[in-house]
């Protein structure tokens, strides 16, 4: 697939099946990661992969998670199974690094950035996925237990694997509404 072509016509697909990406292809993805734009070099970012028995670690983590912060019982139950949902599952985490140039918000578009790329690597290999976040990518209690410090966020949790059916085809917009000359 061309550049172009994977650009215009992504489209995330949330039931995903095996295989996932593996070794070299898994590799490649989180290189892809690793190129995004990072305005003086701090690579304020960090990749946790949670594939195979790592899927349920993760599952009981953000159980615990929940339940550490009074969700309701059909939110923990459901938090146990939520990464179950793909065979891969990348958490990009922003790692606040403080600099007297680049931000924190700098730092985290940057990781947002990383994620994009991932995906895009994902769906050049023939793999298809999707970007979450939700109740999860801002719970503290899911942050430490991650070992994420107080000034790190996750910034999103990259669902891998194939799909099950093709994604619709990418809607036709209109750029219009959305751009103004100055």
């Not at 995004?36 to 594939?51: C, G, S, T």
């Not at 969700?71 to 459901?78: A, D, N, Q």
């Amino acid at each position: 697939m061309d550049a172009m072509t994977l650009l215009l016509e992504r489209r995330s697909c949330a039931k995903l099946t095996s295989p996932g990406p593996a070794g070299d292809q898994l590799a490649a993805i989180l290189r892809a990661g690793m190129q995004v734009p990072d305005f003086q070099h701090l690579r304020p970012w960090e990749f946790i992969v949670a594939a195979d028995d790592g899927r349920n670690r993760l599952g009981e983590l953000m159980r615990q998670a929940a339940e550490a912060a009074g969700e309701p019982g059909e939110v923990i139950e459901r938090a146990a199974r939520m990464p179950l949902r793909a065979p891969v599952v990348i958490i990009v985490a922003s790692r606040f690094r403080p600099h007297p140039l680049v931000n924190k918000f700098e730092q985290q578009l940057s990781a947002g950035c990383a994620v994009m790329a991932m995906q895009m690597a994902a769906l050049a290999q023939g793999f298809n996925g999707i970007w979450r976040s939700g109740w999860p990518m801002f719970n503290r209690h899911l942050h430490a237990a991650l070992g994420l410090g107080d000034e790190d966020q996750i910034i999103g949790f990259l669902y891998l694997g194939t799909a099950e059916a093709p994604p619709p085809p990418a809607r036709d917009v209109d750029i219009t509404n959305h751009i103004r000359a100055l």
